[in-house]
């Protein structure tokens, strides 16, 4: 592998007062797929607090498969959703689809999360380089190890090492669910990069009884928190909405993490 400069040093990512990674407790991130109203994101916020989240998520741009599906509020989710992380006095993260829309994010959200469609955009890569914001950067759904590693390595190299990776499933043969989640990519890329690491069970597995064993097995080999998708009505939800969480299935989620 080329000459690098994330290695194995343990590192950790600093998010307002938050600490992710080195040996700091578990993070746990959570929220909607999509911001789809003030009312909701901020009622989640509020909720999720309660619960114990650390970081609230949501989506105002979002890459949809089908032109024809919901892409998000834009800035005024944006909006909202900085609006939902002060009442809650959450910090929030979102995802960059577009480098035109990156000093609008910086200005709105705590954190940048590049998705897996875009964590073979280079050109992106390299902008949010030359930011010092934390990034979440997901591991691409087709993505090797090497690819996934090359990928952070961009966004080191452009001089921003405040890089929280995030393993989201990859796609395999089997169909039953909507990703495999590749668990053993946690040692791996901790031992690599050193970088934190959280797992994404929701888009990992696609199936709501999945998500907590696959939370308790993510934090058992190693994983520095959780990202879950959590909805207030997910049978009514405009994306993702059976694989979301609502908040009562998510609160024995933290309850499990927290007695175990």
């Known amino acids: ?103 609008m994010l910086l200005k709105y959200s705590d954190i940048i999360q590049i998705g897996s469609r875009n964590m073979h955009n280079y050109s992106l890569l390299k902008a949010i380089g030359k930011t010092k914001a934390p990034i979440l950067l997901k591991r691409g759904m087709c993505a090797t190890i090497k690819e996934w590693i090359m990928a952070a390595e961009y966004i080191a190299a452009y001089g921003n090492e405040n890089i929280i990776l995030c393993e989201r499933g990859i796609r395999s043969f089997d169909s039953y669910t909507r990703n495999t989640l590749d668990l053993a990519a946690v040692p791996i890329m901790k031992k690599e990069t050193g970088l934190p690491i959280i797992v994404d069970p929701s888009h990992g597995t696609g199936l709501k009884e999945l998500i907590k064993p696959m939370s308790l097995a993510s934090l058992a080999c190693g994983a520095d928190g959780l990202m879950i998708e959590v909805h207030p009505d997910p049978k009514n939800a405009l994306s993702d909405g059976e694989q979301s969480l609502n908040f009562e299935e998510y609160k024995s989620i933290v309850e499990s993490v927290n007695i175990d």
């Not at 989240?53 to 509020?73: D, H, M, W």
Request: proline share 5%; hydrophobic share 35%; charged share 30%.
């Open 1 to 103: 592998m080329d000459k690098r400069i994330l290695t194995g040093k343990k590192r950790e990512v600093k998010v307002k007062k938050l600490k992710i990674g080195g040996n700091n407790p578990s993070v746990f991130i959570a929220g909607p797929c999509s911001i789809e109203s003030k009312n909701q994101i901020i009622e989640t916020a509020i909720r999720l607090k309660e619960i114990g989240v650390n970081i609230l998520r949501g989506g105002a741009f979002k890459p949809r498969t089908s032109p024809y599906s919901f892409q998000g509020l834009g800035l005024e989710g944006l909006k909202y959703l900085k609006l939902a992380g002060e009442k809650a006095k959450l910090p929030v993260v979102t995802e960059l689809m577009d480098e035109s829309h990156l000093d």
